[in-house]
C-alpha cells in the first residue's frame, strides 16, 4: 500500500519547521508562567484546552482551503464539521463516566445490593458490558433495516440519548435530594442510555470520517476523529469544575440539554447536511 499523498521534501520541511515553532511556542509560554507563578495543573489543563479546540479549527480551515482538495471534497468538509462538532459533545458525555459519574459513584450511591457489597470502581465495568450487549443488537439493525437514516440523523439521535443519560442522572437529586445516597441503578441505567447513544455516533463516525475525507488528507481525516474526542474531554475539564452535590442537579440538565438541543438542531439540518456529502451516505 502507498500514501494517497506522499510527502514531498519541500512539504516535510516544512512540517518540520512548524513543529519545532509548535514546540518552541509552547515552551515560551510554559516558561512565562513558571515566571509569573501560573504554571499549575488548573492553567495546563486550560492550555491543553485551547490546543484541543484550536488544533481542528486549523486543520478545517486548512483543508477547505487546500489545492489539493477538489471542489467535491471541500462539500465534503463541510459537511464533517457538524459531525465533528455532534462528536465532540458526545465524547464529552461519554467519558465524564470516568470523571463525574465515578463521583457520584464514591459519594452519592448506595455500594451494595442486599448482601452484595461491590466498590464505587466496579461500575466501569457497565461500559464495556453494554457495548458488548448492544453491539450485536445494532449490527442485526442496521443490516435489516433497509430504509436506516442517515450518518447525520445517526448522530442526531445519539446527542439525544447522551443529552437523556444526562437528564436521567438529574432525577434522583431531584427526587431524593442530593444529601443522600441513591440506588445504584440511577447510574446502570445512565450508563446504558449513552451506550445507545454510542452505537450511534461512534462507528458511524468511523465509517463516515473514511468516506468523506479529501483523498490528499485521509489520514488528517481520521485523525480529526479521534481529536472530537480530545476536543470533547478538554471541554469537559473546563466545565466539570462546577460540578458538586450542590450543583448536581443544575449540572445534569444543563449539560443533558444541551446536547439534546444540538442533536435536534442536527436533525432538522439533516437535509442540509446529506446535501453537502455529496452522494456519500
Known amino acids: 500500500?502507498?500514501?494517497?499523498?506522499?510527502?514531498?521534501?519541500?512539504?516535510?520541511?516544512?512540517?518540520?519547521?512548524?513543529?519545532?515553532?509548535?514546540?518552541?511556542?509552547?515552551?515560551?509560554?510554559?516558561?512565562?508562567?513558571?515566571?509569573f507563578g501560573q504554571l499549575n495543573v488548573n492553567n495546563?489543563?486550560?492550555?491543553?484546552?485551547?490546543?484541543?479546540i484550536a488544533l481542528p479549527i486549523y486543520y478545517f480551515v486548512m483543508m477547505l482551503r487546500s489545492s489539493?482538495?477538489?471542489?467535491?471534497?471541500?462539500?465534503?468538509?463541510?459537511?464533517?464539521?457538524p459531525l465533528f462538532f455532534a462528536a465532540a459533545i458526545f465524547w464529552g458525555i461519554e467519558e465524564s463516566g470516568s470523571v463525574v459519574l465515578a463521583l457520584f459513584a464514591e459519594q452519592r450511591t448506595v455500594l451494595h445490593i442486599g448482601s452484595w457489597h461491590f466498590a464505587?470502581?466496579?461500575?466501569?465495568?457497565?461500559?464495556?458490558?453494554f457495548i458488548m450487549i448492544l453491539t450485536p443488537v445494532f449490527v442485526w439493525l442496521w443490516e435489516h433495516w433497509k430504509k436506516q437514516p442517515s450518518a447525520p440523523g445517526k448522530f442526531s439521535a445519539g446527542?439525544?440519548?447522551?443529552?437523556?443519560?444526562?437528564?436521567?442522572?438529574?432525577?434522583?437529586?431531584?427526587?431524593?435530594?442530593?444529601?443522600?445516597?441513591?440506588?445504584?441503578?440511577?447510574?446502570?441505567?445512565?450508563?446504558?442510555i449513552v451506550e445507545i447513544a454510542e452505537m450511534l455516533i461512534s462507528p458511524i463516525g468511523l465509517s463516515i470520517t473514511t468516506k468523506l475525507a479529501p483523498n490528499a488528507f485521509r489520514?488528517?481525516?481520521?485523525?480529526?476523529?479521534?481529536?472530537?474526542?480530545?476536543?470533547?474531554?478538554?471541554?469537559?475539564a473546563q466545565i466539570v469544575k462546577f460540578y458538586?452535590?450542590?450543583?448536581?442537579?443544575?449540572?445534569?440538565?444543563?449539560?443533558?440539554?444541551v446536547s439534546v438541543v444540538f442533536g435536534i438542531i442536527m436533525f432538522i439540518l439533516v437535509k442540509k447536511i446529506n446535501t453537502l456529502m455529496e452522494g456519500i451516505h
Open 1 to 35: 500500500m502507498t500514501p494517497n499523498d506522499p510527502i514531498d521534501k519541500g512539504d516535510l520541511l516544512n512540517v518540520i519547521k512548524w513543529a519545532i515553532i509548535g514546540i518552541v511556542a509552547i515552551a515560551i509560554v510554559l516558561a512565562a508562567m513558571a515566571g
Open 44 to 52: 495546563v489543563i486550560t492550555l491543553l484546552t485551547i490546543l484541543a
Open 68 to 81: 489539493k482538495v477538489t471542489k467535491v471534497e471541500r462539500s465534503r468538509v463541510k459537511a464533517y464539521i
Open 120 to 129: 464505587a470502581a466496579n461500575f466501569q465495568s457497565l461500559n464495556p458490558l
Open 159 to 192: 446527542l439525544v440519548f447522551a443529552g437523556l443519560s444526562y437528564m436521567w442522572m438529574a432525577l434522583p437529586g431531584m427526587l431524593f435530594g442530593t444529601s443522600g445516597r441513591v440506588s445504584p441503578f440511577w447510574l446502570v441505567g445512565s450508563w446504558f
Open 219 to 236: 489520514s488528517q481525516m481520521m485523525s480529526m476523529w479521534f481529536m472530537a474526542d480530545a476536543t470533547g474531554q478538554a471541554i469537559n
Open 244 to 257: 458538586s452535590t450542590d450543583t448536581e442537579v443544575q449540572y445534569f440538565l444543563a449539560i443533558g440539554l
